[in-house]
């Protein structure tokens, strides 16, 4: 199947630093990507759709200045968590939507994994 | 909004036996998504499913779309070790502003020796 690939895997960052995430589709073109966060044994909370060339959109209650999101080509969507805190500490995963394909196939990066201490 | 439920919500079961979980919803999607995820990972497609009553296979693991469209199942046959990890179901449709997934809470499968 495509893959979507997610940098860092990992990333351990200090309050009030900024953090920014990248995802990308190797094998395909996405004209849509999805950002998500996932608490501990919770389910996916999606934050906001990313559509290449235009501004995303955000899900009720994500602040869209706190966390950034540029979509600028069709296989690479970058998420800026601005000035994070302790409380934006979670997994974050990106999945992107196969273009073309009749019905939609959606695949997920590996995700990310933010401390802030 | 759209939403969708899933059930059951965990569930425990002995090696070699069979597993069923189900999604439905209160609105018709036009595709239905299966997802495993394994902690510390992101989702792994499953099983993709376009038309109301196609009946798909890939492995072990068979999933349905509802001829309603509002509903889907997947089941696992013969479970083994590997196979515990969180089941998510997605629909996927139109609505005034695009695409639209939808993901269901998820499914845990804890798989005893």
């Known amino acids: 199947g495509a893959v979507v690939s997610q940098h860092p895997s990992w990333v351990i960052c200090k309050s009030g630093t900024s953090v920014k995430i990248e995802c990308r589709s190797l094998d395909f073109q996405a004209t849509t990507m999805f950002w998500y966060r996932q608490f501990p044994k919770q389910s996916l909370m999606l934050m906001a759709t990313?559509?290449?060339?235009?501004?995303?959109?955000?899900e009720q209650g994500v602040e869209k200045d706190k966390f950034l999101i540029n979509h600028a080509s069709l296989t690479l969507s970058t998420l800026t968590v601005t000035s994070a805190h302790p409380e934006d500490s979670s997994f974050y995963i990106c999945s992107a939507n196969e273009r073309g394909l009749a019905g939609g196939n959606l695949y997920f990066g590996p995700g990310t994994r933010l401390l802030v201490l | 909004g759209q939403q969708l439920n899933q059930s059951p919500q965990s569930m425990f079961i002995q090696e070699g036996e069979d597993v069923s979980m189900n999604c439905t919803s209160s609105s018709i999607f036009n595709t239905w998504l299966w997802y495993k995820q394994d902690p510390g990972e992101g989702p792994v497609l499953l099983i993709a499913?376009?038309?109301?009553?196609e009946l798909t296979s890939n492995g072990r693991l068979t999933a349905q779309f509802g001829i309603t469209r509002k509903d889907s199942f997947l089941n696992i046959s013969a479970s083994i070790p590997s196979d515990v990890g969180i089941y998510f179901c997605?629909?996927?449709?139109?609505?005034?502003?695009?695409?639209?997934?939808?993901f269901g809470p998820g499914t845990r499968l804890s798989v005893l020796p």
């Open positions: 499913l376009y038309k109301a009553g």
């Open positions: 990313s559509n290449e060339g235009s501004k995303a959109t955000y």
């Open positions: 997605a629909g996927h449709g139109l609505d005034n502003y695009g695409q639209n997934f939808v």
